[in-house]
Every structure is written in structure tokens, then in C-alpha cells.
């Protein structure tokens, strides 16, 4: 078949699959929904929001807090905080190439984040103010990609070029500076005079190299670097496994005694990214005690299979609502095909069936034609 | 996004016409390249500097006596799950072994800092 021919099919199945695909909704998304949230917290109290405190440091914890919460005497409002307990502490010992494997431990320790949030759910006649708390973490994390570690190496010898450059701009007014460092230290007559001169010099060095770091040939430098390393990306992958928990609680009024359970979940993830052959498993329970109709457990299962210009993926999930009286089992399955006609120019079809069959729209069955040229068109959603 | 500078100096005892040696690390997750400085001349320019000999081996001084070495460090913020940076210089062979070990923020994601360290032998 030429092109031309390839081109007209491509076109004619679009056109009939048009109606379909304004319909049914992409598998994608759908199967994505179930995966371990970043911030469970946030998904179970029903919020997005758009700013997210993440303090660094535990002064900035603490200061989030006692801000957040007028100095202990209210709930705090309207706050979304994430943080990392580990990274809220210095490493200096941890370099990135110690962190490229990581055990069990070290995988937990690195991944866990926490998260919390409040938000008024009620109404100005009767206010509810909800509060809920999660954590994630991912006891196998993978391992860093050699690629990723190739560019990494390449980036650190830009960085050690970008050292030589401030050091050969400065090199002969620093070896003047060091002289009258040597010299003041030996004047000294104390420990005080001798740190006043380190200070002095080390004021002199960092005024020197500002005025470098001003410089066209530095932010030249730093530009070129920055486009050579544009599409730097860390990318881990073999055996990941995430998992993450939360509750959210109801309190009416804002009263502490007025608090109770609301809902709660809980999403296991874990998948495999292999040079061909990648699967991804997700597992999700939610219950409310508010509404329990809805109280549901999803399992699901993606495989993706690529090589060199097509890929075919199968996924499958199946949720089983838990509570008596709670509507039948439902599943939903998708198949996709990816084929790259040219470069960055895919014609894609996915055909399955949603949960509910009998609704309008469950028959999924689109063909269409995708343009990627900025890379990977296929991604194990693990990231 | 301006660099981040640190400009830092710290002491250390060296013995009679011995040589000491200097490792850089780079901590906190971060990317980072090194150059160093002694007598006028790069000695240790590359991205690891491990157990570099002051002086080399063939200089006809070894006497490390109020003399001092330039370290200039460039490091790029590459984990996104922590703002700190950090960079120890680690100094063996004088009177004790030694750590000097100092830190910036860094806000952003692909943000630069430029430490530069002066160590001063006495």
C-alpha cells in the first residue's frame, strides 16, 4: 500500500470514527484516574488547588502553620500543604549519583510526602469545614535511566566549564585578595581579627563574582547550557510500586467536637517499564460514610508493547461497588494501536467497550491521526 | 534567575612540607562541576574531585604554610524534592581530618550557585 493509499484510509476511518470519538471518552484518563494521586488528600476532600504550600526547610513548616493557624487557637483555613519529611532536612552527603538505586528504606524515606488540607464545603447558613490528611510513598522508586545518567554526567562538566570561566575572570583579582588575606591574618592579634579578615575577603570574592556572573560571556555561557540541556529529563524507570492513603473529615460549624469521619481511601500502583514490554497495575478503594452507595474498589491493568514504529497496549479495569444494595459490577476494557506513518506523525485506534454497556456511547471505537514531534509517543503513565 | 553566590574561606592545619589532599562533594541530590586553584595554576578542573594531592607531586614547594587554594564550585538545581544545596570540602592529611561544608537555597528548579571557597593553610 503507498502512502497516498495509507493516507486515504487514514482519512475515510477518521471521518466515520468522528461522530464516535466526540462521544467516548479516551481510555486514557479514564484508566489514569485510578493511579495513586500526589496528593491524596487534596482528591479526598473534592479540591484542586491552585496554590499548594510546600515548605523546605521546618522553619517554613512551622511558620506555615503557626501562620495558617492564628498561633494554635483555630483550625487552619483554606490550606493545602504538601511536604517532604526527608527533604525538609540537608544532605550534604547525598550526591545524585547515590540516589540513581535505592532500597526499600531509602526508597520509602525519599518518596513519602504528606499531605493536608482544609476547605469550606458548606454554605454561608451552615458552614462545614472539611479537613483531611493523606500520605504517598513508594517503596521500590526504580532505578535512574543510563541516559538520564549520561546527560547528567554531560551536564556536571558544562557546570565544571562554567566554574573555569568564573575562575579564570577572577583568577588574578582573587590571587590579589588571598595575598592581603595572608598578610591581615598574620597582623592579627586575636581570633576576632583574624575572622573580621576572612570576612572582608570573602565579601571582596562574592562582589567579584556577582560582577562575573553579570557579564555577557557568563550569562552567555549559562544560556548556551541551558539550551543544550532544555529537554533534560530524570526519568526512572524497571519496578515501581507507590502507594498512598488518606481520610477526610467533616466538621459542621467548624466545631472540633462536631468532626467525623467523612471519607477515606486508599491506591496501590505499581508497574514495570522494560526496553519493549511495560504493565502498570492500579488499585483503588474509596468509602464514604456519608454516602456509601458509592463506596467502590477499581482494579485495573495496563500492558503497552512498542517497537520501533507501532505500539499495541490492552487495558483493563473492573470496579465492584461494596455497599448492600450498591448497583452490579462493572468493567470496561480498551485496546490501542499506535502506528507512526512518518516521523512524529501517528495514526492512532482504540476500540473496547466502557463500564456501563448499555449506555449511549460505551462502544469505543475512534481511529485518528496524531502529530508528536517533540518525542516518545508512547509513555508508561508511571511519572 | 540569578546565580546564587557563596563566597566562604575556612582554615586548615597543615604539617611541615606534607601534602594534603581535597575531595568536593556535592550533596543534597544536586548537580555541581568544580575547578581548583593553587599558586596561579588549575590543578583539579572536572566534575569529581576526589583526594586531589596540594601540591602535585611534582612541585619543588611543599610546603603548604599561609599559602591558600581557590575552589570555585558551579551547582545546578536538579531535584525537584529539595531547594537545598550543599558542598563539603573534605581535607585530609594535615593536623586532622577535616569537613567544611557549606549550603544555599536554591528556589528553582534548574537555578545556579556559585560557591566559591577559599582554604587558607596554617
Redesign the interface.
Known amino acids: 500500500m503507498t502512502h497516498t493509499n495509507v493516507w486515504r484510509l487514514v482519512v475515510v476511518l477518521g471521518a466515520a470514527a468522528g461522530p464516535l470519538a466526540a462521544q467516548t471518552p479516551d481510555a486514557g484518563p479514564a484508566f489514569n484516574g485510578l493511579r495513586t494521586p500526589v496528593s491524596p488528600a487534596f482528591v479526598l476532600l473534592g479540591i484542586a488547588p491552585t496554590v499548594v504550600e510546600r515548605p523546605n526547610t521546618p522553619a517554613d513548616l512551622a511558620f506555615s502553620v503557626l501562620n495558617r493557624s492564628a498561633a494554635f487557637t483555630s483550625l487552619p483555613r483554606d490550606i493545602a500543604l504538601e511536604l517532604s519529611p526527608y527533604w525538609l532536612v540537608k544532605h550534604p552527603t547525598l550526591t545524585w549519583t547515590a540516589d540513581t538505586v535505592r532500597g526499600l528504606g531509602t526508597s520509602l524515606s525519599r518518596t513519602m510526602t504528606l499531605s493536608f488540607a482544609t476547605a469550606e464545603l458548606g454554605t454561608s447558613t451552615r458552614p462545614v469545614t472539611g479537613l483531611s490528611v493523606g500520605f504517598r510513598a513508594a517503596p521500590f522508586s526504580g532505578r535512574l535511566s543510563h541516559q538520564s545518567i549520561t546527560r547528567l554526567h554531560e551536564l556536571e562538566a558544562q557546570l565544571g566549564n562554567l566554574s573555569s570561566l568564573v575562575d579564570s575572570l577572577t583568577a588574578v583579582d582573587v590571587a590579589r585578595l588571598d595575598s592581603i588575606l595572608i598578610r591581615e591574618r598574620r597582623a592579627a592579634t586575636s581570633d576576632a581579627e583574624r575572622q573580621a579578615a576572612q570576612n572582608r575577603h570573602a565579601a571582596a570574592v562574592a562582589e567579584l563574582t556577582r560582577t562575573v556572573t553579570e557579564s555577557e560571556a557568563y550569562t552567555t555561557a549559562v544560556a548556551d547550557m541551558k539550551e543544550t540541556f532544555k529537554d533534560l529529563a530524570l526519568i526512572r524507570e524497571g519496578f515501581v510500586l507507590e502507594v498512598a492513603g488518606g481520610a477526610a473529615m467533616q466538621a459542621p460549624g467548624g466545631a472540633a467536637d462536631s468532626a467525623k469521619l467523612a471519607r477515606w481511601g486508599a491506591w496501590i500502583t505499581a508497574g514495570y517499564e522494560g526496553k519493549s514490554l511495560s504493565f502498570v497495575v492500579v488499585n483503588r478503594f474509596l468509602a464514604s460514610s456519608v454516602d456509601s452507595s458509592f463506596d467502590a474498589l477499581d482494579l485495573g491493568m495496563r500492558l503497552i508493547y512498542t517497537t520501533g514504529r507501532y505500539a499495541l497496549s490492552a487495558e483493563g479495569s473492573f470496579r465492584s461497588f461494596t455497599d448492600r444494595g450498591a448497583p452490579a459490577n462493572e468493567y470496561r476494557f480498551a485496546a490501542l494501536v499506535d502506528f507512526e506513518l512518518q516521523k512524529g506523525l501517528w495514526v492512532t485506534g482504540t476500540f473496547g467497550r466502557d463500564y456501563s454497556a448499555s449506555a449511549p456511547g460505551s462502544l469505543l471505537a475512534q481511529v485518528g491521526v496524531s502529530m508528536n514531534v517533540a518525542g516518545q509517543r508512547i509513555k508508561l503513565p508511571l511519572h | 534567575m ?2 546564587v ?5 575556612a582554615v586548615y592545619e597543615v604539617k611541615p612540607s606534607a601534602s594534603v589532599t581535597l575531595s568536593i ?11 581548583v ?1 593553587f599558586k ?1 595554576a ?1 590543578i583539579g ?4 574531585i576526589q583526594s586531589l594531592r596540594i601540591p602535585q607531586a611534582g612541585d619543588a614547594d611543599q610546603d603548604l604554610k ?3 587554594v ?1 575552589c ?5 538545581r ?2 525537584s ?4 544545596s ?1 558542598v ?1 570540602y573534605s581535607l585530609r592529611g594535615g593536623g586532622q581530618d577535616s569537613d567544611f ?1 557549606f ?1 544555599a ?1 536554591l528556589p528553582e528548579m ?1 537555578q ?1 550557585a ?1 560557591y ?1 571557597t ?1 582554604i ?1 593553610f ?1
Request: hydrophobic share 25%; no cysteine.
Open positions: 540569578a546565580a553566590i557563596v563566597a566562604k574561606s562533594t556535592i550533596g543534597d541530590g544536586q548537580a555541581g562541576g568544580s575547578v586553584r596561579g588549575k578542573p572536572g566534575p569529581a599561609d599559602k591558600t581557590s570555585t564550585t558551579t551547582v545546578e536538579i531535584n524534592a529539595s531547594s537545598h550543599s563539603t561544608t549550603d537555597t534548574g545556579l556559585e566559591r577559599t587558607i596554617e
